[in-house]
């Protein structure tokens, strides 16, 4: 029988499915486990880790995005990075990084195997091994996350000036209530769609900080709709509890957003009277601790606060919490994932991007492999003279533009330097600047405005 389209999307949405469960598996096992990863023998007191720490709450929302971008790497041919706002959930980055294969790349002793899977179980907040957030040891991290506020305004850094860089930024409902998470929805008035890449936000809407509901979970969905499309993006929901329908309709969603982001780029290249555009974002609602234990010790988990960290809070002691973990863990079907030898089964490690696509692997989050050297003015041509001790002079502000002035002009080709005024930089005394260079905005402008431009090159060199 022929396969059809619809088949053919089917056995495509069980891959990413049987992905996002080994992804879901490796983070319940890094956070409990220090032997017997693949259960090849009934779960004992002493496999599990003595003490326990970790967040499991963000975690599986986090791995399902980790894997339907990677459907979109491939599809779209995308140079994109990934951006955990709420990195506390490090499981997710470490687990999905192992699975595509960077992880073992730079730590040659985790092994794409049963013992290499035991090593990265047993290094997971355990004395001698890693932190539980997206630390800089994990591969593709370029924000630790878990300070939360800072995610998009690092995912705007890092597109600013990369016009073929796409940043996927993941902001966590609880980190969206703080100041400069909130002050960061407005980098999308200075985002050129030409000069620079592109940032999609995705909202995790799972409803829950670690003891409290978050505002955005309980204010009414068109409050929340009214609230994004007033900063100015296009907010786009992916909203349920059922992984069947959540797969389609992420993969729907994902696959408009693309379209429409590269149909902003195309409409404005060459065109220096574009419009604004208004981005698109995603707003992902689904429950905290996603595919978790439902209850524990009769009270609710799943959906709940309580899912935030750890869920089973004693199975190295706690005989009903050990055969929880175990129910847990085999309902990812871990036999369906990985081979005699615990490799990823081929068909489920196809779903990754190759090579410097993988999210874990790409040159702008791994230090020194994007690296352009920046060319510097000798800075004693800069020098002031003194003549007496407490003389008057033109102000150490002044001087200092016109050094940044001429840093900006040595380094017009690269395009790797860019000064971020977050305060008034005319007031600063940092006039000298405008010399070389105009304020990229893409708000509008009048008549009365200075040092304001829109346009494909921004430099005035």
Excluded at 86 to 110: D, M, Q, R, W
Excluded at 176 to 185: I, K, Q
Excluded at 374 to 397: E, I, K, Q
Aim: proline letters at 7%; hydrophobic letters at 35%; a negative charge.
């Amino acid at each position: 029988m022929a396969s059809t389209p619809e088949t053919t999307k089917q056995d495509e949405l069980e891959k990413i499915d049987a992905y996002w469960r080994a992804a879901n598996y490796l983070s319940v096992g890094q956070i409990y486990l220090r032997d017997n990863p693949l259960l090849r023998e009934p779960l004992k007191l002493e496999h599990v880790k003595e003490v326990l720490l970790g967040h499991w709450g963000t975690t599986p929302g986090q791995n399902f995005v980790y894997a339907h971008l990677n459907r979109a790497i491939n599809k779209y041919n995308l140079d994109m990075i990934y951006i955990s706002g709420p990195g506390h959930g490090g499981p997710a980055l470490v687990g999905n990084t192992y699975l595509e294969g960077t992880y073992s790349e730079v730590y040659p002793e985790i092994t794409q195997d049963e013992e290499g899977l035991k090593k990265l179980f047993k290094q997971f907040s355990f004395p001698g091994g890693i932190p539980s957030h997206v630390s800089p040891e994990c591969p593709g991290s370029m924000h630790e996350g878990g300070e939360l506020g800072y995610s998009l305004s690092h995912a705007f850094g890092a597109a600013f000036d990369n016009p073929d860089l796409f940043v996927a930024c993941v902001i966590g409902d609880g980190e969206a209530e703080t100041g400069p998470l909130a002050t960061a929805w407005h980098s999308n008035k200075f985002l050129h769609p030409v000069n620079d890449g592109v940032v999609l936000p995705i909202l995790h809407l799972n409803g829950y900080k670690i003891a409290n509901p978050t505002i955005f979970a309980r204010i009414d969905k068109k409050e929340l709709d009214n609230l994004m499309k007033g900063y100015g993006w296009k907010p786009y929901w992916v909203d349920g509890d059922d992984p069947a329908y959540m797969h389609k309709r992420m993969d729907e969603v994902m696959d408009e957003v693309i379209t429409e982001i590269k149909a902003i780029k195309e409409n404005a290249a060459g065109n220096e009277a574009f419009a604004r555009p208004v981005w698109p974002m995603i707003i992902l609602k689904s429950p905290k601790g996603w595919t978790g234990p439902k209850t524990v010790d009769s009270l609710p988990i799943e959906g709940t606060f309580r899912s935030h960290q750890v869920p089973l809070s004693d199975p190295a002691h706690n005989k009903d919490h050990l055969e929880a973990l175990e129910k847990w863990l085999k309902s990812y079907r871990p036999e369906e994932l990985f081979d005699e030898e615990g490799k990823l089964l081929p068909y489920i490690k196809e779903m990754a991007p190759k090579a410097n696509k993988r999210m874990g692997a790409n040159p702008h989050t791994n230090g020194g492999l994007a690296l352009r050297d920046l060319h510097l003015p000798d800075f004693r041509n800069y020098a002031l003279d003194v003549p007496a001790r407490s003389s008057t002079g033109p102000g150490d502000t002044k001087i200092l533009g016109a050094y940044i002035r001429d840093v900006i002009k040595l380094n017009l080709e690269s395009r790797n330097f860019r000064v971020f005024g977050p305060d008034e930089t005319l007031s600063n005394r940092l006039n000298k600047v405008f010399e070389i260079t105009e304020r990229q905005w893409m708000a509008d402008i009048i008549e009365e405005d200075e040092f304001l431009k829109k346009k494909a090159a921004y430099w005035k060199y």
